[in-house]
């Protein structure tokens, strides 16, 4: 399986912010930089206005951090950084220290494809405080982009209601990786193929494509062009059939079947990509099957989403796959995630201080300690999530939450629960070998057939239960007092 490290060969340590630098030196700085520390990876709304996400990104997480290292390259453009007094930014002795510097410490989470919702870790850091402020950056943007096109194609999959999803958005993505790394987690959420052949080539996932308007532009004669289309690839026949005029083209689509059918092989299907998807798509049904075409496929393109293709649904359109390209990498209507890394634990002594995050704004209050996650299940499906302290132990059904956006009010989650982080990295070493998209996949569509239809619905869900354990619960109104109050009791 293709690695992170695979793609970029060179140093990947750069891959940050210079804040994260800055604290790093600081920390060495005052002698502290071994310090034990906990940091949580979450985020805190659900994408596009749902009620959970897919989780994806990891794979190439871990991959970072396995081969986390400054090359003499990174040391030796630090060294040329300068601060607002001109001089360098660095010592000679941290630049030192980066250059040894190898992450040791242990990662527990959410494996790629499982369901996650808003508030609960997807990511658990327990490190010296040097390395875990330094990764926050690179796991933020691997993780959210990840989790975020996920997400999406779960939603435009669910829209196409079992009907193939190909995923077209190369062209349109973000740059290189953010057309790989969308592909990749396309596939996770539960896309049947890409267009995009090096990351079918990475990760094995099938890939699709005929041709263009352009290649029946060249020709300046539509049937041509699928005649020559059909001579070179008689195995892959479907035309683009709106270049001039769209049941035109699918007329010209059946002729040239014919002759492919003569010749022992046949039209597989026709691609429309403009105008009134529905009306052309229920017309060209019409002419293929009249023609004896029953079995040819047809597939429809142009920014389709999952609103739009619940839309042609509710038309009676006709279509057997659906090409969704822009809306799908680019994740459009909610650009980012909005994922964070915050500071859970920091060790003190022969304990733990739990540090707090304040904000007028209640939803970016963080919770003090070291969370884990128990899901339960009940005989319809999940029924809901508890965040607990991992030191206290995981809680027992009937367990009590407490509601993150409502302190005062409570629930009880009954049924058979499971743990929902997994160990993926030990003291610096992977325990957990992830990179199997296939078992990604699956779990995806496992957890997705498990949650509630009120849940997943695209208009108004049904919020998913997840709450704080008592422990966390009270820890965290007891700090937000004391923070209140100037830090007395």
Request: glycine content about 10%; charged content about 25%.
């Amino acid at each position: 399986m293709t690695q992170l490290s695979d793609l970029y060969r060179s140093s990947l340590a750069l891959l940050t912010d210079l804040y994260q630098l800055t604290m790093a030196y600081g920390y060495w700085k005052a002698g502290v930089a071994e310090r034990d520390s906990v940091f949580h990876l979450h985020f805190r709304r659900h994408p596009f206005g749902g009620a959970h996400a897919i989780a994806a990104g990891l794979d190439q997480a871990l991959d970072y951090l396995e081969h986390l290292h400054f090359d003499a390259s990174d040391c030796e453009y630090l060294a040329t950084l300068r601060g607002g007094d001109g001089k360098p930014l660095f010592e000679a002795g941290f630049i030192d220290h980066l250059a040894k510097l190898r992450f040791t410490g242990t990662v527990d989470a959410i494996p790629e494809g499982r369901l996650c919702f808003a508030h609960e870790p997807l990511m658990r850091v327990r490190a010296p405080i040097l390395q875990a402020g330094l990764i926050e950056t690179p796991l933020l943007t691997m993780v959210n982009f990840g989790t975020l096109v996920a997400t999406k194609a779960a939603r435009v999959c669910q829209a196409a209601r079992g009907e193939p999803v190909l995923e077209f958005g190369l062209r349109r993505a973000q740059g290189i990786d953010g057309g790989l790394s969308a592909s990749r987690a396309a596939w996770i959420g539960g896309v049947g193929a890409t267009s995009n052949v090096l990351a079918g080539k990475l990760w094995n996932i099938p890939v699709k494509g005929t041709h263009a308007h352009s290649w029946v532009m060249f020709w300046g004669d539509e049937e041509r062009s699928f005649r020559e289309y059909a001579a070179a690839m008689p195995g892959n026949a479907v035309f683009l059939v709106d270049t001039f005029d769209t049941l035109e083209g699918v007329e010209r689509a059946i002729a040239v079947g014919r002759e492919l059918r003569a010749r022992g092989h046949d039209l597989l299907g026709v691609r429309l990509d403009s105008g009134d998807l529905a009306h052309l798509s229920i017309q060209a049904r019409a002419r293929l099957d009249a023609a004896g075409f029953p079995a040819a496929r047809i597939t429809a393109s142009n920014d389709l989403d999952e609103h739009l293709i619940t839309s042609l649904h509710d038309q009676g359109a006709r279509i057997d796959t659906w090409g969704v390209g822009t809306k799908l990498v680019t994740a459009y209507d909610q650009p980012a995630l909005g994922g964070v890394y915050k500071l859970g634990a920091v060790a003190d002594g022969d304990g733990w201080r739990y540090p707090i995050k304040l904000s007028e704004n209640p939803i970016k209050v963080s919770t003090p300690g070291i969370q884990a996650v128990r899901r339960f299940r009940g005989e319809g499906g999940w029924v809901g999530d508890v965040i607990y302290d991992a030191l206290a132990g995981a809680p027992a059904a009937p367990a009590r939450a407490w509601d993150l956006d409502d302190p005062t009010r409570s629930f009880a989650l009954d049924g058979d629960g499971e743990d929902v982080l997994v160990t993926v990295i030990k003291d610096g070493v992977r325990t957990n070998v992830e990179g199997d998209l296939a078992a990604a996949r699956a779990r995806a569509a496992a957890d997705l057939g498990a949650l509630s239809p009120r849940s997943r619905r695209f208009l108004n869900p049904q919020p998913y239960p997840v709450g704080l354990d008592p422990t966390l619960h009270e820890r965290k109104l007891a700090l937000i007092a004391k923070a209140r109050s100037g830090g007395k009791p």
